[in-house]
């Protein structure tokens, strides 16, 4: 799985900083990624939502519980957000 770590995308091909062109470019044509940072971790997910968008989530499972955090439209994933919804993840995981 993609992974998401320090500020940077690292996939089998492809290297790039969160909220450089390629990653826009990536965002696009992917669903999912894992996200790690000291404030936390989560798989994020794009899902369709009933109104026609394309939406992002993160989810983070502890102790058989899924907890479930919203993240934002594609141009909406900056580090500081998913540091925080990384955060919130984690003490919803407590």
């Known amino acids: 799985m993609p992974l998401v770590e320090s500020g940077y995308l690292y996939t089998d091909d492809l290297g790039c900083a969160v909220g450089s062109p390629a990653w826009a470019a990536w965002l696009i044509s992917h669903t ?3 996200y790690t940072s000291p404030a936390g971790t989560f798989t994020a997910r794009k899902e ?3 109104g026609g968008g394309w939406y992002w989530y993160g989810y983070r ?3 058989g519980q899924l907890h479930k ?3 934002g439209m594609s141009h909406q994933l900056t580090t500081p957000r998913m540091a925080d919804v990384a955060q919130r993840l984690a003490e919803k995981a407590v």
Do not use: D, V
């Open 32 to 34: 999912s990624f894992y």
């Open 48 to 50: 369709l939502r009933s």
């Open 61 to 63: 499972k502890h102790a």
């Open 69 to 71: 955090c919203y993240l």
